[in-house]
Nanobody, 125 residues
Framework: QVQLVESGGGLVQAGGSLRLSCAASGRTFTVSRIGWFRQAPGKEREFVGAIIWSSGLPSSADFVQGRFTISRDNEKNTVYLQMNSLNVEDTAVYYC??????????????????WGQGNQVTVSA
């Protein structure tokens, strides 16, 4: 199994930045892809972006529009979600997740077998 621990959330004003971290432990050699999802109150959990563990190739949802960057540090087994130009609509609980076997497209929530505990990001106007 793979365990994921997130950190770095909090409260920020609109236009500000936050960086979330996702530290993986356990059977990290089985990791194929790390994804980021978010869930706002009353809404479905949605795809934010993902990164291929081995190559570092990222992908992101359309709404990101270049504001968010995903990177990884393989030595630390950690993936980062750098979020810039945040707006109120970005307020949500952010989750990192692990797809061990490329079980589907990056945006396919069911492809991810392991999930972090979630991290609240609140953007104030």
């Amino acid at each position: 199994q793979v365990q994921l621990v997130e950190s770095g959330g909090g409260l920020v004003q609109a236009g500000g930045s936050l960086r979330l971290s996702c530290a993986a432990s356990g059977r990290t050699f089985t990791v194929s892809r790390i994804g980021w999802f978010r869930q706002a109150p009353g809404k479905e959990r949605e795809f934010v972006g993902a990164i291929i563990w081995s190559s570092g190739l990222p992908s992101s949802a359309d709404f990101v529009q270049g504001r968010f960057t995903i990177s990884r540090d393989n030595e630390k087994n950690t993936v980062y979600l750098q979020m810039n130009s945040l707006n109120v609509e970005d307020t949500a609980v952010y989750y990192c997740s692990c797809d061990p076997d490329y079980n589907g497209p990056a945006y396919f929530r069911a492809a991810y077998a392991y999930w972090g505990q979630g991290n609240q990001v609140t953007v104030s106007a």
